[in-house]
């Protein structure tokens, strides 16, 4: 199976733009989970999507947001970027819940704000 | 608050000595935690989930209620498990909150 496929890999923005991050599941999956990894923070949850909806969300401003797609594909947008929000940002897929749910990660994003 | 910590952010054994890497935690639910590791240029991947009470690599870490701990241990470290390590908690679904993490060298 294919692993978890993030996109762009690199990405340089300005304050003030915007932004559009994509992630690609493993085939099956159908929970994608956002983080953002930084060096002082480490990582931190964004938001959950599974089935289209949102399920769970992290303490991030409203500037961040996603959805999912039926096909499971999720985008996590940024909006009015600020330098803080230079980052790895990582998506992760898994199936749905049970105790032995296992997390896939993908390699990641690296935005830099500039 | 759900709070995970990894108190050391470097840690630093010899080849063959035992290796603790320390988690704790804050939860006021029954905990689910989670060990990830992260090899120079490689994802991020489970390492071990304390539910399965299973070995990986000679790793172990046994949940300690009474201490909130989920320490992660191995009794001979190895070069190539060098690497960053993060335990990680789930709180609800798929939110899980990570430690900052450890960075761990095995010195040849």
New interface residues.
Partial sequence: KA?VTQTPRYLIKTRGQQVTLSCSPISGHR?V?W?QQTPG?????LF?Y?SETQ??K?NFPGRFSGRQFSNSRSEMNVSTLELGDSALY?C?S?LE?T??????????TRLSVL | AQRVTQPEKLLSVFKGAPVELKCNYSYSGSP?LFWYVQYSRQ????LL?H??RESIKGFTADLNKGETSFHLKKPFAQEEDSAMY?CALR???????????TSLTVIP
């Fill in positions: 692993g929970s989970s983080y923070q480490g990582l931190q949850f959950e599974f399920r769970n992290g990582l992760a898994s819940g105790a032995k749910n296992i997390q896939y990660f993908g390699a990641g | 689910e994802r991020l991947q489970l989930r539910i399965s993060y709180y609800t679904g798929n939110q899980f909150y990570f430690g900052t993490g």
